[in-house]
């Protein structure tokens, strides 16, 4: 009976664990993102960014990042787009096929 009851709760727990979503160090640090913080802010909180892109209208940086469940982690691409003061002005996460294909000379 003890024994029963012991697989039962060790069973209910892997359950609830497949089920809870990755969270990696990089993905912590990068919900810290906020508009405002100077591109200073952003590398020294994330690092070098895997993808630079620049124009008239300010720059983007792109960051790997993981999604999902344990089970079936998804990577993705966090964008930082900086305005012409070098300030964060918007951030997003996208698939990797959106970002290939608003950007097909960079091999992820």
Same mark, same amino acid.
């Given at each position: 009976m003890k024994r029963t009851i012991i697989t039962t709760l060790l069973a209910a727990c892997l359950i609830m664990t497949s089920c809870s979503t990755t969270t990696t160090s990089a993905t912590r640090k990068i919900d810290k993102v906020e508009v405002g913080m100077s591109k200073h802010d952003i590398?020294?909180?994330?690092?070098?960014p895997i993808f630079? =892109?620049?124009?008239?209208?300010?720059?983007?940086?792109?960051?790997? #990042?993981v999604i999902g469940d344990i089970l079936q982690?998804?990577?993705?691409?966090?964008?930082?787009?900086? =305005?012409s003061d070098g300030k964060v002005e918007e951030?997003?996460?996208? #698939?990797p096929l959106e970002f290939?294909?608003?950007h097909p000379h960079f091999n992820l």
């Amino acid at each position: 009976m003890k024994r029963t009851i012991i697989t039962t709760l060790l069973a209910a727990c892997l359950i609830m664990t497949s089920c809870s979503t990755t969270t990696t160090s990089a993905t912590r640090k990068i919900d810290k993102v906020e508009v405002g913080m100077s591109k200073h802010d952003i590398r020294k909180l994330l690092g070098t960014p895997i993808f630079k =892109n620049a124009d008239d209208m300010g720059e983007q940086w792109a960051y790997r #990042k993981v999604i999902g469940d344990i089970l079936q982690p998804e990577e993705a691409i966090f964008i930082v787009t900086f =305005n012409s003061d070098g300030k964060v002005e918007e951030y997003r996460t996208m #698939k990797p096929l959106e970002f290939r294909m608003l950007h097909p000379h960079f091999n992820l």
